[in-house]
């Protein structure tokens, strides 16, 4: 028995030796030899990718990497094989298209499609498939398609301004902006993409639907952490509350369920038009249909509400900018009927203020990973990456 357990406890010295000496050999690597080992940042995140996941998880990266540009300037290596770029200016070099033959930097699969085995779509494709699903969608996009839309948009921003006075008592009361903002949108790109509302505005009320998208995100930050280390991914989803995986199934069977009466109306001049008249010729699944449709529900309407929400915020704490703006539109316009997409678009002071909006209250806050090409890259400001890398 004594010889068992000696047995065992050797081996079990044995496994942690070998584990710590891989872990300080990593390090050793990650300062000393590896190719990013000359960009500067904390030497925790240069040796390890578990800080980052610590942050992204708890929802501190956004504010964490502006300390760490104050810190060690406009370039950081934020993981052992990502860089951090705080200049406009690397923009173009790292999310532009190439020219005379010059790779571009794709997507990175770890972000993108977090989950294993889901079917690509316009967000995670790549350059091919992207051009095709673009361009299927482009018409709905396009000036033409939104002025027709128009008045469908203005009803739903008509019916928000009257719950606002119902629900507020004329200014009387106070109400949450962001689930009102939230409501609208949704119920805009619901009558877009599917043809009908999410009833969000009639029942003053997230839809079950909607309700289940917001689960997801929290979801989708724990998909993201686990790719970097598959082996406790099992682990990690098992921490991951019964409620958001109940809500991300629930999900799934509501953009399901939207997309089959959508399919069942025929042809209709709206957003997901295009990938229906192309599904044959492109032999697209049912399953890849279902994952652009959640894409354009989550990103026509979230975001816009996040943006909604930041700029209102910064108006109202920003006096001097709230008079500025409101004295723009009440000079412009006589009456409510006079408000449409070509009008506003000439008031310069209201797009500056969404610009600064999406600066400085952006509805994505963390970065998208590109993987610098085979060959390497030179990026602004005169940074060689010879290094397959995320950046």
């Not at 790779?103 to 690509?120: C, N």
């Not at 008249?277 to 989550?298: P, R, V, Y």
């Not at 610009?355 to 602004?380: D, S």
Request: net charge positive; charged share 25%.
């Amino acid at each position: 028995m004594k010889l068992l357990e000696l047995g065992f406890v050797n081996t079990l010295g044995l496994l942690v030796g070998v584990y710590v000496a891989y872990q300080l050999a990593q390090v050793f690597y990650c300062l000393f030899l590896h190719p990013l080992r000359k960009f500067p940042g904390p030497i925790w995140m240069r040796t390890s990718r578990i800080p980052f996941c610590y942050k992204l998880l708890t929802g501190t990266l956004p504010f964490d990497m502006l300390d760490l540009h104050r810190r060690y300037g406009p370039v950081v290596r934020i993981a052992p094989d990502e860089l951090a770029f705080h200049d406009s200016r690397a923009w173009k070099d790292i999310m532009g298209h190439k020219t005379q033959g010059g790779a571009e930097m794709e997507k990175s699969l770890k972000f993108h499609r977090s989950v294993p085995g889901a079917p690509s779509d316009i967000v995670s494709s790549d350059r091919e498939e992207h051009t095709v699903l673009r361009r299927s969608l482009a018409h709905g996009f396009s000036e033409r398609s939104m002025r027709d839309q128009q008045p469908m948009i203005k009803g739903y921003v008509d019916l928000l301004i009257q719950r606002l006075h119902q629900h507020g008592d004329d200014g009387a009361k106070p109400l949450d902006l962001a689930a009102w903002y939230n409501y609208t949108t949704f119920d805009v790109i619901g009558d877009l993409a599917f043809g009908e509302s999410f009833g969000c505005l009639d029942g003053s009320d997230y839809h079950p639907w909607v309700a289940a998208i917001f689960q997801m995100a929290r979801l989708g930050t724990v998909l993201q952490t686990g790719k970097h280390y598959p082996f406790v991914m099992k682990l990690m989803m098992a921490m991951v509350p019964e409620k958001a995986k109940r809500e991300r199934a629930h999900h799934e069977e509501f953009t399901e369920a939207k997309l089959r009466r959508r399919m069942d109306l025929g042809s209709r001049p709206d957003l997901i038009e295009g990938l229906l008249k192309k599904k044959e010729d492109w032999n697209m699944t049912f399953e890849k249909l279902k994952a652009n449709s959640s894409i354009l529900i989550i990103g026509g309407s979230e975001t816009t509400a996040t943006l909604l929400s930041g700029v209102t915020y910064y108006l109202l704490t920003n006096p001097d900018a709230h008079k500025r703006l409101t004295d723009e539109i009440r000079s412009t316009f006589k009456e409510e009927s006079e408000i449409d997409f070509t009008s506003v678009s000439n008031l310069p002071y209201l797009l500056a203020c969404l610009e600064e909006a999406l600066r400085l209250y952006p509805p994505v806050p963390i970065g998208l990973p590109r993987i610098v090409p085979k060959g390497g890259q030179r990026l602004y400001p005169n940074k060689q990456i010879k290094y397959k890398v995320h950046i």
